[in-house]
């Protein structure tokens, strides 16, 4: 089975709510209406399912025993801890974004921002901001590609004029 595929454009509301499209929704309702809002690294929210952030958060058998000796260990936690809300989506299928949230990623109510699926749940992401991960990505596949055919033909990939 397929679940949180695509992309849509929607409507940030005055009250900070988003209307997921019905085929996102149809995703989240398969696990009901809890979900876990996680701000990215990379400058996005992420929604999951809250049975998708527990798998993703059951990386450490003793987390207690690993926090107690490790810095970083306790400010991956922290950063978790800060970061992360539990909502449900309401009965018109609304997912309201807490506003330390929208102003730490850029999220302005009234404008249009970008829902993409990703697998396990779907990220929100500022207009903009997409715009600059998406070239990020199609840049790396490219340069994948270039590398992966370079490797086959075993030859050293040509060097842009651009790069140093």
């Known amino acids: 089975m397929t679940a949180f595929y695509g992309q849509d454009s ?3 509301d005055a009250n900070g709510r988003i209307k997921l499209s019905p085929h996102f929704l149809s995703d989240f309702r398969r696990s009901g209406n809890e979900v876990v809002l996680h701000c990215l690294a990379e400058g996005a929210l992420g929604v999951y399912p809250a049975h998708a952030w527990e798998q993703m958060r059951q990386a450490d058998a003793q987390p207690a025993a690993r926090a107690a000796q490790s810095l970083v260990f306790r400010r991956q936690l ?3 801890g800060a970061l992360t809300e539990v909502e449900t989506i309401t009965n018109q299928g609304r997912v309201t974004v807490p506003v330390r949230f929208r102003e730490r990623l850029g999220l302005r109510p009234g404008t249009e921002v970008v829902v993409v ?3 396990i749940g779907v990220e929100i992401w ?3 901001s997409w715009q600059a991960e998406a070239e990020l990505f199609i840049e790396h ?8 055919m370079a490797a ?3 030859v050293v990939p040509p060097r842009r004029a651009d790069e140093p």
């Open 10 to 12: 929607c409507l940030l």
């Open 152 to 154: 086959d033909l075993n």
């Open 117 to 119: 699926g990703c697998e």
């Open 126 to 128: 500022n207009a903009e």
């Open 141 to 148: 596949e490219r340069q994948r590609g270039t590398a992966e």
């Open 78 to 80: 922290r950063r978790f």
